[in-house]
């Protein structure tokens, strides 16, 4: 009995001799810190860099050698590889599992962490609706999205895009994991969007608090008009997912405002605001 050939066997980067030049080009020049190589951003396992090869453009993914192992490598690929007919997110390109590299499509746009103000509120319900759309099929399809704001990008031509996404095998697209997998996705691109111009940052200087004020303010704009859409679709979105998305989204606003409004305190613009009601009696 023969073994069935392994799908990710004609991804090997080995199979692709000018790539591979052009990845392990990529790779020295990361590794010597040369200002040559584009760093797209970084994780605790991995660093991915942009490369330009023959017009195309792709994401390689480094591991830090770390905690890398060959079968850490292989099955990265392979939840790449799950989600190749879903236009949005990253495709797998070439993998080479004993050196850890990934290579993928790049996913075009900003990180919605880096997006402006004037950015944000330039973006068209037709945008908003189209993620709704890619969010829930994919789900439908055992794709699970990793909520971090770093994992979802915006281009204001092709719209919404996502990386670093999981798999999981669903077992019906009419049960109640479903509709948690549903609120989860919609609600972790809600937060995202909150989060914008603040994550991982600590403003200290009154020209960053000001700019953390106006980055949560729009973030939490962007979020509403998303979940607003959401309420529209039920075709798409389904009514019992939508409470658990409602929710989420506000205990998270609310606790955003209450973070620019210590900021606006900070720099003279307003009163500090009263502590959350479950606070009450802490002290």
């Known amino acids: ?70 079968a850490a490598t292989s099955q990265s690929a392979e939840r790449i590889l799950a989600g190749q007919h879903v236009e949005a997110l990253e495709h797998l390109v070439a993998f080479d599992a004993d050196r850890g590299v990934i290579v993928s499509s790049l996913v075009p746009g900003k990180r919605l962490i880096d997006l402006s103000q004037e950015e944000l509120s330039a973006i068209p319900d037709a945008h908003f609706k189209e993620a709704l759309h890619h969010l829930v099929t994919a789900t439908k399809d055992n794709i699970i999205f990793d909520p971090k704001p770093t994992n979802f990008l915006y281009d204001p031509k092709t719209g919404f895009g996502y990386v670093d996404v999981n798999v999981s095998e669903l077992d019906s697209q009419y049960s109640a994991d479903f509709l948690y997998r549903v609120e989860a996705a919609v609600s972790g691109f809600a937060v995202a969007l909150q989060n914008v111009g603040t994550y991982g940052k600590a403003p200290t200087s009154t020209d960053e608090k000001e700019l953390a004020i106006s980055s949560i303010e729009s973030g939490i704009k962007a979020s509403a008009r998303l979940t607003e859409i959401a309420g529209t679709m039920p075709d798409i979105v389904p009514p019992t997912s939508l409470l658990g998305i409602y929710s989420s989204t506000s205990i998270n606003a609310g606790s955003k405002a209450r973070q620019a409004a210590t900021y606006k305190a900070d720099i003279g613009l307003g009163p500090q605001p009263e502590a959350p009601g479950w606070t009450q009696g802490l002290d």
Do not use: C, F
């Open 1 to 70: 009995m023969t073994n069935k050939p392994s799908k990710l066997q004609k991804y090997h980067l080995a199979e692709n001799p000018s790539l591979q030049a052009a990845v392990e080009d990529l790779v020295s020049d990361a590794l010597a810190e040369n200002p040559s190589a584009q760093l797209l951003g970084q994780g605790s396992a991995w660093r991915a860099y942009e490369l330009e090869l023959e017009g195309e453009k792709y994401a390689v993914k480094i591991s830090n050698g770390q905690t890398h192992s060959s």
